[in-house]
């Protein structure tokens, strides 16, 4: 980057979420080469005469909305564009409303998948998308909590205490088995667990076997998702000595085995788990601050259970 101040913005919006943060400069980016100025000018702007730069964000969204843009893309660019002023002092009065701000028009004729039609996507899913489709659906992860967006982290083999390596194959001692997400991988920034019910585990059993098979030593602090072997031999030098997968390389395999049964994107399987949780809670059988909190939500739970509590939540699920 060209400018140390753009620079300085989005490495302090790296220290949140680096996938937000690429989001961030990209709009602001698009938005000042529509508007033609630069973000340099658009502060100088904004500290002389704030109504300037409002009245400019005024009719980009206009022009956005006429264009027929997504309200939810139209009220990111907004975002985007408060955040780069705000940082540099400039602070804005004028609440510019979006139309529809919070219908998400792309998602209103997503639904979540039946049974049947999750069975048939992990009938077409690959082994490796077989099981983060598993982890997705069975245990309500995250996508970026199995590999986040620049592959420097996520889920390993010690993160699920319940599986261990014996003679060679993968093996659950306990099942559902626990999955312990660490507060670097949580969207929420909290530690908090879930758990992964047999079917799920017999896909990432498969999975780890197939690895083991093939000659990868696995230990606690193996990635549970990670590259092939075939496309780390492709000579492509940027993925060389990373052992996690990005997360837009797990959605894409999984996006690839739902094409052929639902229109949908792979977070639909989270809701699933999710929808799961909502038929227990609506029979009786777990309290909505436990749905909460096996969804990496923030709430009640979360307060109350530390990692020498987590006995008493496993017994409630393996009710």
């Not at 753009?6 to 690429?22: F, G, I, P, T």
């Not at 075939?230 to 996006?255: C, H, Q, S, V």
Request: glycine letters at 6%.
């Amino acid at each position: 980057m060209k400018d140390d101040d753009v620079r300085r913005w989005y490495e302090n919006l790296c220290r949140s979420s680096k996938l937000n943060a690429d989001v961030y400069l990209r709009r602001l980016r698009l938005f000042c080469e529509q508007r033609h100025t630069t973000p340099s000018k658009l502060v100088t702007i904004g500290t002389a005469n704030p109504k300037q730069v409002e009245d400019m964000l005024h009719d980009h969204v206009q022009q956005l909305e006429t264009e027929g843009y997504a309200p939810s893309y139209i009220k990111g660019v907004l975002k985007a564009a408060k955040s780069w002023l705000s940082y540099n002092y400039v602070e804005l009065k004028r609440k510019i409303k979006v139309a529809n701000a919070d219908m998400a028009i792309t998602l209103q004729d997503e639904r979540v998948p039946t049974r049947e039609e999750l069975k048939a996507v992990l009938n077409h899913a690959s082994v490796r998308a077989r099981a983060s489709a598993g982890l997705i659906a069975f245990a309500g992860l995250r996508p970026q909590v199995l590999g986040n967006a620049s592959a420097s982290d996520g889920l390993t083999v010690g993160d699920i205490p319940d599986l261990k390596i014996v003679d060679g194959k993968a093996v659950f001692q306990t099942v559902p088995a626990m999955v312990i997400v660490r507060s670097t991988l949580s969207k929420a920034r909290h530690r908090y667990f879930t758990f992964l019910t047999s079917e799920g585990c017999e896909y990432l059993a498969a999975y780890l076997d197939k690895r083991i098979a093939s000659g990868e030593t696995i230990n606690e602090s193996s990635a549970v998702m990670t590259l092939s072997q075939g496309y780390l031999m492709k000579g492509r030098n940027k993925d060389a000595g990373k052992k996690f997968i990005t997360t837009p390389a797990i959605t894409k395999e999984i996006r690839e085995a739902m094409l052929p049964v639902i229109k949908a994107r792979p977070y639909v399987l989270r809701a699933y788990f999710d929808t799961q949780l909502l038929l227990a809670e609506s029979q009786g059988k777990i309290a909505h601050a436990y749905r909460q909190f096996f969804m990496g939500h923030k709430g009640d739970i979360e307060a109350r259970y530390t990692t020498n509590r987590e006995g008493c939540l496993t017994s409630f699920y393996q009710t």
